[in-house]
Each structure stands twice: as structure tokens, then as C-alpha cells.
């Protein structure tokens, strides 16, 4: 037991490490630096981690990318919804589709929708926009484009028969 969280806990710092790095590759889309990379590390941490690790290492992500100067409080609400959405949804179901779906509905709703009130209460940016065209578009651009990226990846491994031995490696 010990050695699968020890396993868990190392593969989660490397993932916040891989989503860390991949924000250098970020672009602007109306208020926000959209990062697929932070997305592509939610779902693979759903995938072989399960929803608490997932959570933490987009916790841990956040935290560094702000404390490095290479994101903004947007990445709080722009990846942990999404990394425990599709963390809860794969857990339940098992289902690839549907865990790509968490992380973009988790995201883009969830975590646009929470943005805007961190927004006027943390930053002191004005009202004057709805969350909806100021955060969840954003949101679902960055997170659509990380589930693309993740789905081809899981997809891949699963075909060469790759997932299954890494998922039995994590204990899930």
C-alpha cells in the first residue's frame, strides 16, 4: 500500500512538473493564457492517479506556475474543477469519452463560472463583462484543446496495450 501511493504521489509531481513546463506554451484568448498542457495533465491524472491526486498535482501546478510568474489566479479555477471533474467521472465510469468530457465541462463551466468572482474579489477587475464570454470561452478553448491532446495520448496507449499495465502499476 505504501509503495503504490509513494508510486502515485511521484508520478503526480512529475505530471505537475509536465503542466508547470507546458504553461511556457500558452497563448492569450481574451483575459486569459489558455494552457492545453495543464488540461492534457488533468485527464492523464484521471486516467491513471484517480481524483485526489489529480486534484493535488493541478493545485500544485497553479501554485507554482503562480509563484513563477507564468500564470495568474485564473489557473486555479481553470484546472482544478476540470482535474476533479473528470477525476470523479473516470472513477465512476471507467469511460474515456465521458472523463474527456468532465475535464472540458469541469473547466469551461465550472471553473469559467468560479473565475469571475476570483476575478472581481482577488484581481479588482470590473463587472463589466459576463463570466460567460470572459472566462468560459477561454476556459473551453484551452480545455477542448488539452482533451484533444490527452485522448489521442490515452488512446494510443490503450491501443498498444500500454494503459492497462500502467494503470495496474498505479493501483487503479
Known amino acids: 500500500m505504501k509503495q503504490t501511493n509513494t508510486k502515485k504521489l511521484a508520478v503526480a509531481a512529475v505530471f505537475c512538473a509536465v503542466a508547470v513546463a507546458g504553461s511556457l506554451f500558452s497563448f492569450p484568448v481574451f483575459g486569459s493564457k489558455c494552457s492545453p498542457a495543464q488540461h492534457m495533465v488533468n485527464i492523464l491524472c484521471a486516467v491513471l492517479l484517480g481524483p485526489g491526486y489529480g486534484l493535488g498535482a493541478a493545485f ?83 480545455t477542448a484543446g488539452g482533451a484533444v491532446i490527452s485522448g489521442v495520448l490515452i488512446y494510443s496507449l490503450k491501443k498498444a496495450n500500454i494503459l492497462a499495465g500502467m494503470q495496474e502499476a498505479m493501483g487503479q
Not at 61 to 79: E, K, T, V
Open 60 to 142: 500544485a501546478a497553479a501554485l507554482i506556475r503562480n509563484l513563477l510568474g507564468l500564470g495568474s489566479l485564473m489557473a486555479f479555477p481553470g484546472s482544478m474543477f476540470g482535474a476533479l471533474i473528470c477525476g470523479l467521472v473516470y472513477q465512476k465510469t471507467q469511460n474515456i469519452p465521458a472523463t474527456l468530457i468532465g475535464e472540458v465541462f469541469g473547466t469551461s463551466v465550472l471553473g469559467g463560472l468560479t473565475a469571475y468572482p476570483v476575478a472581481i474579489f482577488l484581481m479588482g477587475k470590473s463587472a463589466a463583462g459576463l463570466a460567460f464570454y470572459a472566462y468560459v470561452i477561454p476556459f473551453l478553448i484551452s
